[in-house]
């Protein structure tokens, strides 16, 4: 669920969902300052916990280790590109993301750092001439 999706999420009718909500969104508007619609935003330290610590109050534990967790996905425009391919940014990132409860998803590319923009960009074929 690309919004929140806590209503379907409190035991009874589905385990976990695509958590943009509760990681995604955050992480984007701490690290790389874009909201969910690309468009600045500035949140330090303190309002990036509360909104972690909201997201996760209102879904029972169970399914909150459920969560798929991830930065990109084939509906965003990849990490590495929102954060201008500073990779200290995407390292941080990933780092939340491998440790944050839940189940951690890395987009196919990421993990040799293909970018790519807007939907068809975000798309990119995989660059197997890097592995």
Not at 53 to 66: I, W
Request: negative net charge.
């Amino acid at each position: 669920h690309f919004f929140e999706a806590t209503q379907w999420l409190q035991g009874e009718q589905e385990d976990g969902a695509m958590n943009y909500y509760g990681f995604a969104h955050p992480v984007r508007a701490f690290i790389a300052h874009q909201d969910i619609t690309y468009d600045p935003i500035d949140i330090d330290g303190f309002e990036f916990k509360a909104w972690l610590d909201e997201a996760r109050a209102k879904v029972p534990f169970a399914n909150q280790l459920s969560q798929l967790n991830q930065l990109d996905s084939h509906d965003t425009a990849r990490f590495l590109t929102l954060v201008n391919g500073d990779e200290k940014k995407m390292k941080i990132a990933l780092a939340l993301l491998m440790t944050y409860v839940g189940a951690p998803c890395i987009y196919y590319g990421s993990e040799v750092g293909l970018e790519g923009s807007f939907d068809p960009d975000n798309r990119r074929c995989f660059p197997w001439h890097l592995v």
